[in-house]
């Protein structure tokens, strides 16, 4: 642990020092309270030992200013006090404190209640990193790390929303689906199937610069590219490149039934300036009607189209 201690008494501080550093931890030293709280700013310690009494501000006056500058960082806080009765534990804690620790430390408790904070601390850490595992998990499909369908969903629903409002921004959707991968996964396996679409989703990922791009996996075999901001022009350009790169993967596929015996994809562009008078879910069809073009064109092509009214999408 990196402890930031904050003692006005140079003795007293050269004593937690060595009793510290004994323990292994690494110490940052302060002489007083503004010090201590821009060394916790700066360094960001794992614990905090604060004395009470210091020159300027109190520790406990420091404390409630640590936990103001960082409220959901919990850093452990242990206060430090010559005469401890039982309202300046209390006092203490309410400031924001952990634990009180009477001067001159023992070093067999002040080792024992940095053992204690360390392991809650450490806890904390842990749960912290299994949220995030959670909210990641939530929005990716775990085979490809792509967005998941759920993600997608919100995020073409918010980029629509903010195209209808701008009134002329274009919004374009790549959508790619794998030729013949029925076949594929007949007869070289679901496991290899499985490699497959990784492989792809590498492909898609490299391949989107903007952070406003969006890859998600749509179905099975099948992605989507969310491009805000995109004409049709740049999306099929991009769609054409991701076909390129798909085929150079050179993927060995014997039993496609193109000539070419590699996997490839087949590429449906749809682009429209959102409205009100527009929906999303007709901007999705059209990108689903041109994959149908591009599959019945011959498949390992592109198919684009632009959706100007409602009446371009029949049916
Ligand atoms: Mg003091």
């Not at 806890?123 to 997608?152: F, K, P, W, Y």
């Not at 396996?189 to 990784?198: N, V």
């Not at 009607?289 to 684009?304: E, F, I, P, Q, T």
Request: glycine residues 6%; aromatic residues 6%.
């Amino acid at each position: 642990m990196r402890v930031l201690v904050a003692d006005d008494s140079p003795t007293s501080r050269r004593v937690l020092q060595l009793h510290i550093e004994k323990m292994g931890h690494e110490v940052i030293p302060a002489t007083d309270g503004d010090e201590a709280l821009k060394l916790f700013l700066d360094q960001r310690p794992d614990l905090v030992l604060l004395d009470v009494v210091m020159p300027g501000r109190s520790g406990f006056d420091i404390a409630r200013e640590m936990r103001n500058e960082r409220p959901d960082d919990w850093i452990p806080i242990i206060f430090l006090s010559g005469n401890v009765k039982d309202q300046d534990v209390a006092d203490g804690i309410d400031a924001g404190g952990d634990d009180y620790l009477t001067k001159p430390a023992n070093p067999v408790v002040l080792r024992a209640k940095m053992l204690a904070m360390q392991r809650i601390s450490n806890m904390r850490h842990q749960l912290a990193e299994a949220n995030r595992q959670l909210v990641h998990q939530s929005n990716h499909d775990s085979l490809t790390q792509l967005a998941n369908r759920r993600a997608l969903d919100d995020y073409l629903a918010k980029q629509w929303a903010a195209a209808v409002r701008h009134g002329s921004r274009p919004l374009s959707l790549v959508m790619l689906d794998v030729d013949y991968f029925k076949d594929y996964n007949d007869h070289y396996g679901h496991q290899a199937g499985d490699e497959c679409l990784a492989a792809i989703s590498q492909v898609l990922r490299k391949n989107l610069l903007r952070v406003e791009d969006m890859a998600a996996r749509f179905g099975g075999e099948e992605f989507m590219i969310v491009l805000p901001e995109t004409p049709l022009e740049g999306a099929v350009k991009v769609g054409e490149r991701l076909r390129r790169e798909v085929r150079d993967l050179g993927i060995s596929h014997r039993y496609s039934r193109l000539d070419y015996k590699f996997v490839t994809v087949s590429v449906g562009v749809a682009s429209t300036i959102p409205r009100a008078s527009l929906k999303l879910k007709q901007l999705i069809k059209m990108a689903d009607h041109a994959l149908y073009d591009a599959k019945n064109a011959g498949r390992d092509c592109v198919c684009s189209a632009m959706l100007h009214t409602p009446d371009d999408i029949e049916g």
